[in-house]
Structures are given as C-alpha cells and as structure tokens.
C-alpha cells in the first residue's frame, strides 16, 4: 500500500490538496482511503458530508475517515496516564494538574497516526491518504519517540528489572507509586506500536511526504524547517504543492504587485526545494467545496503524473555525527565547481554555488555551530560542523 502525507502550515491549503490527490487517485481505479490526523476536523467540510471514525464510501473507490484522536489516546494511554497521574499526586500535584500533565503534547495525533499502521497491516486500500495537522504539531509528533523515551526515563527512574526485584521493598519502603506489570506492558505495547508506525512512515517505498504551501515569506520558511526536520528524521518528501498561485489571466493592476512577489517567492521555492519536484495549483475563483472541483485541482497538480506514484525518491538532505562533529551532505543540482559561498546566521545557512542560491533551515543541533569545512563531491556537497557550540 502506498502512504502520502500532507503537512504544511495553517491554512495553506493541506486538506484541499490531500482531497484532491485522495480523488486523482480514485478516479485512476485505485481504492484509496483518505483519513485526517487533525483535531480540527475537516475532511467533512471538503466534501460537504459528516464524516466519522470509520471509513465510508465518500466517491467511487474512496473511502474517507476523520479519527477521533481523544479516543484512540484513550484507548492506549489510559494505563499508563493513571500510573502517571498517581506519581505526580504523589509529588503533591494537585489532580487536575496532574491529569493535565500525564497527557504528553501531540500524543493524540500520534495515536491517530497508529491508524496508519493498522490500516497498512489491513491492506484493504492500494492508497492511504493522511490529511494532517499544521506543521507545528507535526514535528513534534516526529520527534515524540525521543520525548517519550526522555518522559519514561524520568517518570520510570528505575529499570524494569531492577525494580522486578525490588519491588517489594520499594513498597515497603516508600510510598512512592510503584508501577505494577500492567503498566509496564502498556508501555511496551505502547513503544511497540510507536515503532511499527515509525517503520512504516519511514520506508521510501511505502510513504511520502508532500508538502503544501503558499508563495508566502513566512510560510515558505517554515516549509524550508519542516523539510530539514522531515530529511533528519529520516522521512522522504516525494514534492512540494505551490498552491494558491495567482492565474495567468488575472491582470487587474491591482494584483499586479502580488503577481510579481508570487513570481519571485516561487523561483526561490523551486531552488530550495530542488531537485524535489514542485508541483503547482493556482488560486481558484471559489472556495473548493465539491468532489468536481477537487478532481479538477488534481488534475492541475498532478498533470501526466500518477499522484499515487512515488514522485521522488533520494535523499536530498542527510545529517550525519562522526565522532563529535556534524557532517550535512547535500545534494545540489546545477552543481559546478566554481567558488563555493557559505555563511551561517543562527539556524539559517546560506549558500551559493554558481548562480544557484539556498537557504537551509538548520536543525537544533547544528544551530550555532561553525562551518568548519564544505567539500564539493559531484552533485554532492559535504558541510562539516564544528563541534562545541560558538560562544
Ligand atoms: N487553490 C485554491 N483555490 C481556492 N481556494 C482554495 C485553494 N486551496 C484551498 N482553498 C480554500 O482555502 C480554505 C482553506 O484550505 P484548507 O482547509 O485545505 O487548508 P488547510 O491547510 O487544511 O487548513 P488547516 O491548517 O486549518 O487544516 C478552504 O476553504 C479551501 O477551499
Ligand atoms: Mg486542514
């Protein structure tokens, strides 16, 4: 089963586009099934049906569904939430703090993301087509395996078989809540899950990521992070989605001004972006609100292509640490040896090979550091970081 996922910023056009693929895919005879990871429900409003937690038939050989994230949250949390919950009363947290701060930030699109796994396990679709939540949420839902494994570490201080052990005299002892076998198997169940979904996210051949955005300054921006943050953890973006784009034929002078900017902004997002396809939809004269006129914005975006088609494969962007410094490699095209520019401004690099300029969004860990060398190796260029961060 292929897996395409959509993120972007708020608004940008996310579960318009996800709609519109979910229906090239469709009308091409694939099943495919569309689902939203968003709290903020919408796949309904795209069709102009209620839509609810288990898949329906919204269009020939379409299947939508819109999760209850607090629900599955609930369905796999509730174990270890309670044992949470009795740990930070006992720490003197008043309940409603305490319930409060045993739900970790983002879990619930997590859960809804388990859906995935489940649904490519099934494998009753040759599609699956996740609409999800801004792109805030989205890296931390990426980077949540670490936080929980740093939340567990800090909530289970002492190792499961350490405490097989003593259990009997850490009960006697203190009045610390002792986590009991239930606990700890949700837990495992619960780290079980989180890696089959992170197995599956990440195998290029199964899923991608596209990205939608506006020609916009600050939502191109945040795209160019998210794109580092997805490269880093190892999830492949198969395109980017310009959308919104100003028609050809609008030539009131009034807009004349944005078509200039919009001209611009989208040259800089084909170079960022490339050699990760870009594929275009101009803003519509209406509101998207049928399964015609999505079909129709799907076609615009996909053109000849199969939108259910792997549309990139390679690894644009990867960081890499051997021993204490960082190595970035890169992949450029319209790659040539003439001199190389390089600066790096807090977490943007900025770079300049021949007439082909870039902006990297670097990730936390790099933020700071010097450059201590960038070699040219082909189409590939290699960034170290020097370790230790600059004063
Ligand atoms: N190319 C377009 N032309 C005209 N209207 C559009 C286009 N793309 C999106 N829209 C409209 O913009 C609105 C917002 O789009 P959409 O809900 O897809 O954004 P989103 O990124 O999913 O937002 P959120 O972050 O809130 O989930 C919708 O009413 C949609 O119909
Ligand atoms: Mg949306």
Known sequence: MRIVLFTGKGGVGKTTVACATALGIASRGSKA??????????LGDAFGIEIGPEPQEVATNLWAEQIDPQQRLEESWREIQQHLISVLQWAGI??????????????????????????????????L????????????????????????????????????ALRPVAKRMTSLPVPDDNVYAAVRRFYDKLEGVRQVLTDPATTSVRLVLNPERMVIAEALRTFTYLNL???????????????E????????????????????????????????????????????????????????LDPAAVLFSD?????????????????????????????????????????????IMLPRSLAGRQVDRAQLDGDLLRITFMRGAQP
Not at 33 to 42: G, N, R
Not at 277 to 303: H, M, N
Not at 315 to 340: C, H, W
């Open 315 to 359: 690894d644009p962007l990867t960081i890499a640490k051997q021993g204490d410094v960082y190595v970035m490699n890169l992949k450029l095209p319209f790659t040539s040896r003439e001199a190389l520019e390089l600066s790096v401004k807090n977490d943007e690099l900025f770079l300049k090979v021949g007439p082909y300029r870039r902006t």
């Open 249 to 304: 034929e609008v030539s009131d002078p009034y807009f004349r001004r944005w078509k200039a900017v919009q001209a611009e902004h989208l040259d800089t997002i084909d170079r960022s972006f490339a050699p990760v396809p870009v594929l275009k939809a101009r803003l519509r004269d209406r509101e998207l609100t049928s399964a015609r006129l999505l079909l129709e914005l799907g076609q615009e975006i996909y053109e000849d």
């Open 94 to 127: 008043a309940d409603i703090e305490a319930e409060e701060l045993s739900v970790i930030p983002g879990l619930d699109e997590l859960f809804s993301l388990a859906d995935v796994k489940r649904h490519h396990d099934d494998d009753p679709y040759d599609a």
């Open 33 to 42: 099934l569309l689902m939203s990871t968003d709290p903020a429900h919408s």
């Open 129 to 164: 087509i996740v609409d999800c939540a801004p792109t805030g949420e989205t890296l931390r839902l990426l980077s949540l395996p670490d936080i929980i494994q740093w939340y567990m570490e800090r909530v289970f201080p002492v190792e499961r078989k350490i405490m097989g």
């Open 233 to 247: 953890f190892g999830y492949r973006v198969d395109a980017v989605v310009a959308n919104r784009l100003l028609p």
